[in-house]
């Protein structure tokens, strides 16, 4: 819960070409807190690479994992 920790990880996904459809961070009072991005389609390579380069920022304290959300047709 510090200045610059979504925008940081912000970067990561946009330099990835990952497109950020929305982000919620869960107000806590302990640490970690927990922020969840939902992104924009993309393709899993780079979304594994991104969270490559985001489990190893000292600012992440649990692993970053990725969920898949599946459109209905």
Partial sequence: DRPGVIG???GILGNKQI???SVRQNE???EPVEVI?????????????A???????DIIKEPAVMVRLEELP
Avoid: C, V, Y
């Fill in 8 to 10: 940081t990880i912000s």
């Fill in 19 to 21: 497109s950020i459809a």
């Fill in 28 to 30: 806590s009072r302990k």
């Fill in 37 to 49: 991005f939902l992104t924009h389609k993309a393709k899993e390579g780079f979304l594994r690479s």
């Fill in 51 to 57: 969270l490559e380069e985001i489990n190893g920022l």
